[in-house]
């Protein structure tokens, strides 16, 4: 019987997962009661014809497209799933019993995930069984066809009368046919983050993953299958990006008859989960996009995904203040006369927020440098004789220049960390990641809490809310500046996150009228699971803006730009030791979500602090196209001297062109910039000074004259 649920077809055993562009289809084998995949690709009406040569060689199960492999039943690629038995081995053999198709999509519990009413979404649950042990596996499927997004996770039930130990579990695992194809993935390290990085797909296996108990700055929990001919615009592209903010893997492999598998999850060197009688356990979910119009497309519908169904602050769609942060301005020496000479400064130059950064904290032992205090969430009364409080009424009295708003405060907490050197590490020396009576290793000074304990938890949201409980608090920055050395088990690596979540949870719920960005000395945990609770993300401790083009497009390829951190600071720059224009750096630094300063202004040089309400002007001008609008990447910085991004409101009626020049081109022309996205027939206005059809602007384009090294340009659009 043919049962159709919007975009979920349902025929006998046989699924179909439509959304605009794309199919996912696959079926439940009748003799062995295989899922076996059929089809993910562009939107089709039937299963492609099919024809399988005779079998030679080792393995019965090499030919098929399987969406559960296991491991120890003749398919020798890799396995998505792996399970120990109390016995000792490690085979299972799942099938399909039954299915369900929901409206929506669901929640999961304990992790952050993708949301959607019945207009949104619809939900397909594999139920499968393996009888010999009695463990059961829903593979749940929820399709978005308006992002041509499909999602998976995996629940694993412990029906039997034995512990079970889950050694892997990924979330997604598909078999694409025998073709050629490349890897996209997004590649760094500190202050290097989000590298794209594409190579050909080979024989045999290749991945990467992050075994730092963080997403990492090493490897984004994304990646992308495409054809050696997928450009920016034109070609096929299976992108994969992870909702979970911890350890994981991606796997790649080629087989030898020529399928490639696909598989990501949780990393599974970092898991040994216990699964007791009666007991389940829930795989991340992993976010799959189909894109026929190349890597462009592919990005445009992750952005619009996130940012309608993963975000769930409510300041997801509203326009960011250009900010102030302390840091690089001052590090650690200051006090609240400091502090508020910096608020004016900043209110006479139009920032709507200024941020104090680390050093506020710490009683018994103040924080002064990086070597103590983390844990002690108290003003340091040597620097706040009367707390904050009285400081944070002060500041927030301040009216911004040129505006009817008061200027903002916001506060930096690392929440997750303790030094040894603190009063928290003295009282709750139990409370650290460790391994038994193994040497406790330090990462800049600090060591881990153990998010899984509930004592730990409660004492960070307890710490956190009487902050900001106590003071008109409008932002918080949370860092996390070290990884995971050693813990209790494999298991522990979960545990913490699950914790971490709950944290999350508890505090953005309880304090929503508070804007929240993520980081992890920058981009080290910049993934789909923290944006789940907060709307930003601190791309980078490189604010250098040549190097932030290249982590900013990056970062792009997955996440919105309206999620992305980014400041102007001092020159030379304190990592690179570059000196670019103050213009230039703004620019760059405007295509992220959130714009600010990094720096002090008594310090910056006095004709780039007359350019700087001008900046913010311009800033706020752009921003709701930045927050709400769709990006096209027209020159990549690893391809071109030209670098140039559009960004145009949803409806298309708004638009901020961005283009840049790297490197000085003497006596030489520069090359036109064909725009992309736009009505051909429609007209545009180009800075109020000039009309052109988007024909002319998408086949002619803009040609730009440019000075020097590192030079910019900003062009406003408005549809006519």
């Known amino acids: 019987m043919k049962v159709e649920h919007k975009s979920i077809v349902v025929n006998g055993t046989s699924f179909a997962l439509n959304g605009a562009n794309f199919s996912y289809r696959f079926h439940a084998d009748s003799e062995t009661g295989e899922l076996i995949g059929d089809h993910f690709g562009g939107h089709i009406d039937e299963d492609p014809v099919a024809q399988i040569p005779p079998r030679h060689g080792w393995s019965p199960q090499d030919h098929l497209r399987r969406e559960l492999p296991d491991i120890g039943r003749g398919d020798f690629r890799t396995p998505a799933i792996r399970i120990k038995h109390t016995s000792g081995h490690t085979i299972t053999d799942f099938r399909y019993h039954s299915h369900s198709v ?74 694409l046919p025998y073709n050629d194809y490349d890897m996209l993935e997004l590649r760094g390290e500190w202050a290097r983050e989000c590298t794209r990085t594409r190579s050909k797909i080979n024989y045999g296996v290749q991945g990467f993953g992050s075994s730092a108990g963080y997403s990492s700055h090493y490897h984004n929990p994304f990646f992308s299958i495409v054809s050696p001919t997928t450009t920016e615009s034109q070609g096929d592209a299976w992108g994969f990006s992870l909702v979970y903010s911890g350890s994981f893997s991606v796997e790649v492999e080629k087989s030898a008859k020529g399928l490639t598998r696909a598989v990501m999850g949780l990393n599974p060197d970092q898991l040994s989960w216990s699964l007791q009688p009666g007991q389940s356990f829930t795989s991340p979910e992993s976010v799959s996009v189909f894109s026929n119009s190349g890597l462009g497309h592919m990005s445009r519908q992750f952005h619009r995904l996130y940012r309608k169904h993963l975000i769930k602050s409510k300041f997801v769609t509203e326009p960011r203040p250009a900010l102030l942060n302390s840091w690089e301005g001052l590090f650690f020496d200051f006090d609240q006369n400091t502090i508020f000479k910096l608020a004016q400064e900043s209110a006479s130059l139009g920032v709507k927020l200024v941020v104090l950064d680390d050093g506020w904290f710490g009683v018994k032992y103040p924080r002064v440098n990086d070597k103590a205090g983390l844990g002690d969430w108290e003003a340091n009364p040597a620097r706040f004789p009367n707390g904050l409080k009285p400081l944070v009424d002060q500041i927030t009295q301040l009216q911004v220049s040129g505006s009817t708003e008061k200027l903002k405060f916001g506060l930096w907490f690392e929440p997750e960390m303790v030094n040894p050197k603190s009063a928290l590490y003295e009282q709750h020396p139990d409370w650290i990641m460790h391994a038994g009576n193994y040497p406790r290793t330090e990462g800049r000074n600090q060591l881990v ?17 009487d902050i900001l409980e106590s003071a008109p608090i409008s932002y918080v920055k949370w860092d996390n500046n070290r990884g995971i050395h050693e813990c209790h088990s494999p298991a522990s690596h979960h545990e913490y996150m699950l914790g971490i979540y709950r944290v999350f949870d508890v505090l953005t719920s309880r304090f929503p009228n508070v804007l929240w960005e993520g980081c992890a000395s920058g981009g080290g945990r910049f993934d789909p699971g923290i944006l789940q609770y907060f709307p930003q993300v601190w791309t980078s401790d490189n604010t250098d803006a040549l190097d932030r083009i290249h982590i900013q497009f990056g970062t792009s390829l997955v996440y919105p730009p309206s999620t992305m951190g980014a400041h102007v600071s001092a020159v030379p720059n304190g990592i690179t030791k570059r000196t670019t224009s103050i213009q230039f750096r703004a ?28 900046l913010i002007a311009l800033a706020e001008k752009i921003n709701p196209i930045i927050i709400e609008g769709d990006m096209w990447r027209l020159n990549l910085p690893e391809d071109s001297n030209f670098p140039a991004a559009l960004f145009m409101s949803e409806d298309g009626s708004k638009g901020v062109l961005f283009v840049f020049q790297i490197r000085a081109t003497t006596s030489h022309l520069t090359p036109f910039i064909r725009l992309q996205g736009l009505d051909p027939v429609a007209t545009y ?24 090294d590192c030079d910019s340009r900003v062009v406003m659009l408005e549809k006519l």
């Not at 809490?449 to 809310?465: H, M, P, R, T, Y």
């Not at 979500?593 to 004709?607: I, K, V």
């Open 102 to 175: 929901i409206g929506g999509k669901p929640s999961l519990v304990g992790l952050p995930s993708t949301f959607g009413t019945d207009a949104d979404a619809s939900t397909l649950v594999v139920h499968m069984r393996d009888h010999e042990s009695d463990i059961a596996a829903d593979l749940s499927y929820s399709v978005f066809p308006g992002c041509d997004a499909i999602v998976r996770s995996i629940v694993i039930k412990n029906e039997g009368e034995e512990a079970i130990t889950i050694e892997k579990a990924a979330s997604f695992s598909v078999d």
């Open 449 to 465: 809490l153990n998010l899984a304990l509930k004592d730990v938890q409660d004492f960070i949201i307890k710490s956190l809310s």
């Open 587 to 614: 620019h760059v630094a405007m295509m992220g979500g959130s714009f600010g300063l990094e720096l002090d202004p008594a310090d910056t040089p006095e004709e780039d602090k007359k350019q700087i309400p001008g």
């Open 685 to 708: 206005s180009i800075d109020g000074e000039r009309d052109l059809t988007g024909a002319t602007l998408m086949n002619g384009g803009m040609q730009f004259y440019f000075e020097g």
